[in-house]
């Protein structure tokens, strides 16, 4: 079983002609000691097993497969079905992959986790595996983020993380990865760079992937066990990649359909989303060589997203790969289409998903009309909680921004509209 899985990367971190390992001359032994520490760990029985208990005893898993009947009815067509890492500890599926990159840090010997964030989710998922070992985080941020993202720091902190911020240039997640990158070349031996997604150099796309794979393993079983078969379609959003990875990674060898879901934004211009896949050409950024949204002088380009997980200017190496091979389709929906799906769900089956996870809900929503008597199952990344944006001047008039937003640009599902309109005035 399983053949893709065991040949992808090749032994030089490669998928294909994506990946690799681009690194400053100081790093390359650094990289090579990841690697042989992952390797080792990654087949001993001690460490499967105590990754086996974290997840059960304190990430909460298995996580549920369920049926979201409402949801399928609305939708008309195909049967709806989400795989809920919204359940997961801290509501989303990062810790799969930082309680793995803490256990690793441990056997490795190091002091310290340090990474970068944007939004602050990858920031309070390091802090988190951080407290869980006894380890200590540095986390890096930008000072736009740090306003904007405010509740983040908060839950940083509490974790007992150091949150450093960054205060040069743009002040975002650009320069966050600058600087955290410039902190561990001073001090590599003492920490661990917790990388948050299916990025950066080989060995991080595997590892990362191969701490993610549980998502896809459980779900393969679950949804066997509730219909007796597998699932005719996947379907998760792609940010970097690592929820897709984690759920797709279990069925590469079957004959099951499979979607990946960029954030078409506000546009196709450039600067406003964050279609990877669909608008990008090769191109090699923080270390690997991929897809890549790029400007007229070969730089990462701007890029935007409603949901800040998701915009980033890359993609994790194996969904360049298995766009290319064919074997994954890569679509897209836009912040509208999210936003209709972050409130389908929410009023039909009382989940509120992340903005990250509704673009996959809206691509889901969008082949279940479009098929019949098929079955679709979602990753359900995260929950929404985080979106909601109950800001301080929000509050104050008790309206969150989104719901202002909403009613002037989505469609309503009937009964729906008149009742936020209601609402608000
Ligand atoms: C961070 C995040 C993502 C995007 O990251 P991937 O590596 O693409 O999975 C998606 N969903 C949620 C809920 C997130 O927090």
Known sequence: MSTYFKSHPNKEGFFGKYGGAFLPPQL??????????????????LFISEL??????????????????????????????????????????????????????????????????????????????????????????GEVDIKKEYPNVVRMKLLGAKVVPVTHGAKTLKEAVDSAFDAYLKNPDEMLFAIGSVVGPHPYPMLVRDFQ???????????????????????????????AMGLFSAFLDDDVKIFGVEPAGKSFKPGEHASTLTYGSEGVIHGFNTYLLQNDKGEPAEVYSIASGLDYPGVGPEHSFLK??????????????????????????????????????????????????????????????????????????????????????????????????????
């Open 52 to 141: 086996r208990s974290i997840r059960k005893h304190y990430q909460g898993r298995p996580t549920p497969v369920y049926f979201a009947q409402r949801l399928s009815e609305m939708a008309g067509g195909s049967r709806i079905y989400l795989k809920r890492e919204d359940l997961n500890h801290m509501g989303a599926h990062k810790l799969n992959h930082t309680m793995g990159e803490g256990l690793l840090a441990k056997y490795m010997g190091k002091k310290k986790l340090i990474a970068e964030t944007g939004a602050g989710q990858h920031g309070v998922a390091v802090a988190t595996a951080a407290a869980y070992f006894g380890l200590e985080a540095e986390i890096h941020m």
């Open 324 to 425: 290319d091979e064919g074997r994954v389709n890569y679509v897209t929906a836009n912040d509208k289409e999210t936003l209709e799906a972050f409130f389908t769900l929410s009023r039909v089956e009382g989940i509120i998903p992340a903005l990250e996870s509704a673009h996959a809900l809206a691509y889901a929503v969008k082949l279940a009309k479009e098929t019949h008597y098929e079955s679709i199952l979602v990753n359900l990344s995260g929950r929404g909680d985080k979106d909601i944006d109950l800001s301080p001047k929000n509050t104050a008039s008790a309206k969150p921004k989104l719901l202002i937003q909403i009613t002037k640009t989505r469609n309503p599902i009937p009964g729906f509209l008149l009742c936020e309109a209601s609402r608000d005035s």
């Open 213 to 243: 794979r549980v998502v896809g393993i459980e779900a393969r079983e679950q949804f066997q066990e509730m219909t007796g078969e597998l699932p005719d379609n996947l379907v998760a959003c792609v940010g970097g990649g690592s929820n």
């Open 28 to 45: 390359i032994e650094q990289f090579k000691q990841i690697e042989e520490a992952y390797m080792t760990i990654s087949k001993s029985h």
